[in-house]
């Protein structure tokens, strides 16, 4: 199995499950029961792309499935080496269909990787300027002035108290602790 043929799968299985999630299970409030699925569904997505299903789409003696004839194979490149100059459009205009889904691919992944750093960032700048106010039950409580709205992460909870009252933050912050725990 080729990387790529590996990834497409991958990329449709997930997105099975993150449809089945969004549509299904998101509204319920069964959160132990969701996480499961969450989890043991994703790990899973990781093995499935090598099931072989193709002794179920054609069956011996009948024809091949017609959408299995559309679609194209992915896989055996091959790479040439010249002195010529390339430029990017007429490089980009020589691409077939297969290479142009591992040019969008990398430029997605790029965009969300990219992502990620800024949003570590982000919560590296803010866990900088907070100030921890107590530490109970192995959750640290911080408080910042950034205008963020209150949010747990690993084992800290981050809020910004001028921006609620007292009673709201204490419903606030019992919900974020149990998010934590």
Same mark, same amino acid.
């Given at each position: 199995?080729?990387?790529?043929?590996?990834?497409?799968?991958?990329?449709?299985?997930?997105?099975?499950?993150? #449809?089945?999630?969004?549509? !299904?299970?998101?509204?319920?409030?069964?959160?132990?029961?969701?996480?499961?699925?969450?989890?043991?569904? $994703?790990?899973? $997505?990781? !093995? #499935?792309?090598?099931?072989? #299903?193709?002794?179920?789409?054609?069956?011996?003696?009948?024809?091949?499935?017609?959408?299995?004839?559309?679609?194209?194979?992915?896989?055996?490149?091959?790479?040439?080496?010249?002195?010529?100059?390339?430029?990017?459009? @007429?490089?980009?205009?020589?691409?077939?269909?297969?290479?142009?889904? !591992?040019?969008?691919?990398?430029?997605?992944?790029?965009?969300?990787?990219?992502?990620?750093?800024?949003?570590?960032?982000?919560?590296?700048?803010?866990?900088?300027?907070?100030?921890?106010?107590?530490?109970?039950?192995?959750?640290?409580?911080?408080?910042?002035?950034?205008?963020? @709205?209150?949010?747990?992460?690993?084992?800290?909870?981050?809020?910004?108290?001028?921006?609620?009252?007292?009673?709201?933050?204490?419903?606030?912050?019992?919900?974020?602790?149990?998010?934590?725990?």
């Amino acid at each position: 199995m080729h990387l790529l043929e590996y990834l497409l799968k991958l990329s449709i299985s997930l997105g099975v499950l993150f #449809i089945f999630y969004r549509v !299904v299970l998101r509204p319920l409030t069964f959160y132990r029961c969701n996480r499961f699925y969450l989890l043991c569904y $994703s790990l899973l $997505s990781f !093995v #499935i792309p090598f099931v072989n #299903i193709t002794p179920w789409i054609i069956k011996e003696g009948s024809p091949a499935n017609q959408l299995v004839n559309i679609i194209p194979v992915i896989g055996n490149y091959t790479v040439s080496a010249t002195n010529d100059p390339v430029s990017w459009s @007429s490089a980009l205009q020589q691409l077939n269909p297969s290479q142009w889904l !591992v040019l969008v691919f990398c430029l997605g992944a790029i965009v969300l990787l990219t992502r990620i750093v800024y949003q570590y960032r982000s919560l590296r700048h803010i866990r900088r300027v907070a100030v921890l106010l107590d530490s109970r039950d192995a959750v640290h409580f911080y408080q910042t002035t950034a205008p963020v @709205s209150p949010f747990s992460f690993g084992n800290a909870i981050y809020f910004n108290r001028s921006l609620h009252t007292d009673e709201e933050l204490q419903r606030i912050i019992q919900h974020e602790f149990v998010h934590v725990k």
